[in-house]
């Protein structure tokens, strides 16, 4: 089947110590997004690509960083992670049709990242 | 995008039609209505979107007022398993920049 991969399910790494996330997908997509979930909130938007065009949140942290070597993956790069940045990392991809439209997300399982 | 209001929790019984309102009264003419949801330690799933029609699909229907300010997702018959956090978004469809805001959305709790 067709899915939105993220690898590893869950992540710990020390404060300080940078960490990689990655997301993989099989639906040949060329949007791909990472949000950012913390415990009983709503995902939030950290940036996106469109083809190889980074598009990032106004209010990203530079702390955030993120590659996308070709179209089917994805990582999201922690410089270095705080005990803030302790949550659950989202990958999402969606097609943008040539018209312009894009359809619907579809989102990974997530990577839950703990900042010891 | 427009910003959705939603209750933050309703309980429904097993078997019974689950109906999850939405308020979106600054929505423009462009801008479609989607549902996600998201089961607890999963990704958001994807359920069903419209602009000003009515829609049906395997999962669940959508019920969207005539002048578009509110819409209603209806899981028909609702099991253990619709057990999640439902999100309402308002969104354009057109082209260049754009993004899925998810608010805090409903979590709905489905009882045996």
């Known amino acids: 089947d067709a899915m939105v991969i993220q690898n590893p399910r869950y992540q710990v790494t020390q404060f300080g110590k940078p960490v990689t996330l990655s997301c993989s997908q099989t639906?040949?997509?060329?949007?791909m997004y990472w949000y950012q979930q913390k415990s009983s909130q709503a995902p939030k938007l950290l940036f996106h690509?469109?083809?190889?065009?980074?598009?990032n949140e106004a209010d990203t942290p530079d702390n955030f960083q993120s590659r996308r070597p070709n179209t089917s993956f994805c990582f999201l790069d922690i410089r270095s992670p705080g005990l803030g940045d302790a949550a659950m990392y989202l990958c999402?991809?969606?097609?943008?049709?040539?018209?312009?439209?894009?359809?619907?997300?579809?989102f990974g399982p997530g990577t839950r990242l703990t900042v010891l | 995008d427009a910003k959705t209001t939603q209750p933050p929790s309703m309980d429904c019984a097993e078997g019974r039609a689950a109906n999850l309102p939405c308020n979106h009264s600054?929505?423009?003419?462009?801008?479609?209505v989607y549902w996600y949801r998201q089961i607890h330690s999963q990704g958001p799933q994807y359920i069903i979107h419209?602009?000003?029609n009515n829609e049906t699909n395997e999962m669940a229907s959508l019920i969207i007022t005539e002048d578009r300010k509110s819409s209603t997702l209806i899981l028909p018959h609702a099991t253990l398993r619709d057990t999640a956090v439902y999100y309402c978004?308002?969104?354009?469809?057109?082209?260049?920049?754009?993004?899925?805001?998810f608010g805090i959305g409903t979590k709905l709790q489905v009882i045996p």
């Open positions: 999402a991809t969606s097609r943008e049709l040539p018209s312009g439209r894009r359809n619907e997300q579809f």
């Open positions: 978004i308002v969104r354009g469809l057109s082209g260049g920049y754009q993004k899925v805001t």
């Open positions: 690509y469109y083809d190889k065009d980074f598009n």
């Open positions: 639906l040949n997509h060329n949007v």
């Open positions: 600054t929505i423009s003419g462009n801008e479609y």
């Open positions: 419209g602009l000003k």
